[in-house]
């Protein structure tokens, strides 16, 4: 039991990188191969998370619908995923005529591409990071808005109304979420000083941001939640797809696997976010603590720091799922109206209000 | 004034969707319990239809084999697509008179949209609609039906 406990995710990482440092003798190539290695495991994390996220998405669906959702193949219908993902592989991977083969092609690279960049500075556990750069907050607001141009790319390079029309849309929305999200960023940046993901995470020692923030931080949290929803394009702010008006948006024209690197991207999306949400809000992969309470406190940090950031970040996926399966669909017009006029008003109060309560130190 | 419309807004938003979440909230916890799918091929021993489900049209007969049909054709006018056929005979009566009688109330299931025109025009009440659902063949001819059984006669009384 006690081994059990020693071994954690950075004790496995730091054997592997002493390991490689100690027996190469090219200080270059032992790097190249840790990166290797960092990637092919992320790889391994990503691609069952996506499968366990579509099967999820599927469930709660069902289940908020009144109904079972998947419940064939497998037990428990578990094994449906990996069904559709054969069945997509089979698939012929079209590229229709007239369109620009080239940017057609390299959509779908992009788009999983920025949302695979966004997760390096993610503290996945106590010291198990990829790349604890001192402007993580920044390098995820600048990277995830890159995503739209893999959008617009297929959108564009389909030949296709309906496509066109989906990109656009997407730019038009990612334009102005963006600016919520970031204000929402900025309220912890302030409150914590440092841009830093494990700085971030540290300062949350004595309590989340969400408890220790009174009702600002809480404010700025809801906004991150809705204003990333309609960045990553999810439901109820799905315009750049829109399965009602048009088709499929920009992944109309696509087939095969080149469509199901989108599925890929909008999953890996949506634990980005919530990650976040999670590092940045509630505590990452901090235990939770109350106050004095030394017994509770020193049992909540026996609970593995991956595991405490997981639950949090599903705890989070499950909230914009609900969000998807609860709200009716915006109209674009809606759609800017709710960023113009609510939520961009509503978070540069609320950073004013974060600052002031940074200065005089009201925050626990 | 314009703030406290603004913030009434926000307010009313924020509420009805929260109360939008509580409700998915609940059936999603609950879903043992709220879960409407009838998981059809698997439950057919205990499935049952509704009052008002219209399968097919049916003849219902008692235990003498009597059935309620006079012969009237009302439902031949009605059918707005020409389903069903009514073939009539004269029946001798005990007392000498003869008295239009049904030979074959033929059906054909094919034609049929279920509009239950056939039904409604009924003045005696001798066609209803079934709940049997399960109509599929590989003959359209088995779908030609004769709804009176054989041997049957009108029941006493109805006219």
Request: charged letters at 15%; hydrophobic letters at 50%.
């Amino acid at each position: 039991m006690n081994l059990l406990l020693m071994v954690s995710f950075s004790s496995i990482a730091g054997g592997i990188h002493h390991w490689l440092v100690s027996n190469i003798a090219s200080e270059l190539l032992a790097k190249v191969i840790e990166m290797v290695i960092a990637g092919v495991a992320l790889l391994l994390f990503l691609v069952p998370l996506c499968f366990v996220l579509g099967y999820m998405e599927r469930k709660v669906a069902g289940f908020m619908q009144m109904r079972y959702g998947p419940n064939r193949v497998g037990p428990y219908g578990s094994l449906q995923i990996v069904a559709d993902t054969v069945k997509l592989l089979m698939k012929e991977g079209l590229t229709p005529t007239g369109s620009d083969k080239f940017l057609f092609n390299l959509a779908p690279v992009i788009v999983v591409v920025t949302c695979m960049l966004v997760i390096a500075p993610i503290a996945f556990a106590k010291d198990f990071q990829l790349w604890d750069i001192n402007i993580g907050v920044l390098y995820v607001s600048a990277i995830s808005s890159l995503a739209v141009i893999g959008i617009l790319m297929a959108g564009w390079s389909s030949y296709n109304k309906y496509s066109l029309l989906g990109a656009m849309r997407s730019g038009a929305q990612i334009v102005s979420y963006e600016l919520s999200v970031g204000l929402s960023l900025i309220s912890i940046v302030i409150l914590t000083g440092s841009l830093k993901m494990s700085d971030i995470v540290m300062s949350q020692e004595t309590g989340w941001w969400i408890f220790r923030g009174h009702l600002p931080v809480l404010i700025s949290f809801v906004i991150f939640v809705i204003a990333s929803t309609a960045e990553i394009n999810r439901a109820p702010f799905d315009l750049a797809e829109a399965e009602q008006e048009l088709t499929a948006g920009f992944h109309t024209e696509y087939a095969g696997m080149k469509f199901a690197m989108f599925l890929l991207a909008e999953y890996i999306n949506l634990f980005v976010v919530s990650a976040i949400a999670a590092t940045l809000f509630l505590g990452g992969w901090m235990p939770f603590h109350i106050g004095h309470w030394e017994a509770f406190n020193h049992i909540m940090d026996y609970v593995p720091s991956s595991l405490w950031f997981l639950s949090k970040t599903f705890f989070v996926i499950f909230i914009i799922m609900q969000f998807r399966w609860t709200f009716p669909r915006l109209r674009v017009d809606q759609l800017l109206t709710l960023e113009w006029k609510y939520l961009l008003p509503i978070s540069m109060v609320n950073t004013i209000l974060v600052t002031v309560m940074a200065i005089m130190g009201w925050h626990f | 004034m314009f703030l406290t419309e603004y913030f009434r807004t926000v307010y009313k938003g924020v509420r009805s969707l929260l109360i939008g979440m509580k409700t998915t909230g609940y059936y999603f916890t609950h879903a043992r319990k709220e879960i409407k799918t009838e998981e059809y091929p698997d439950n057919r021993a205990t499935l049952t239809m509704f009052d008002r489900f219209k399968g097919e049209v049916t003849m219902p007969h008692d235990d003498n084999n009597e059935h309620r049909c006079t012969g009237c054709q009302a439902c031949e006018i009605a059918c707005p697509n020409g389903t069903i056929k009514i073939i009539t005979k004269q029946e001798l009566q005990p007392d000498g008179k003869k008295k239009k009688a049904i030979d074959t109330f033929v059906y054909h299931l094919e034609l049929c949209t279920l509009c239950n025109m056939c039904v409604t025009a009924c003045p005696s009440d001798a066609i209803k609609m079934g709940q049997s659902f399960e109509h599929s063949v590989y003959d359209k001819k088995q779908l030609k039906k004769v709804l009176n059984k054989p041997g049957s006669k009108i029941m006493e009384g109805v006219e």
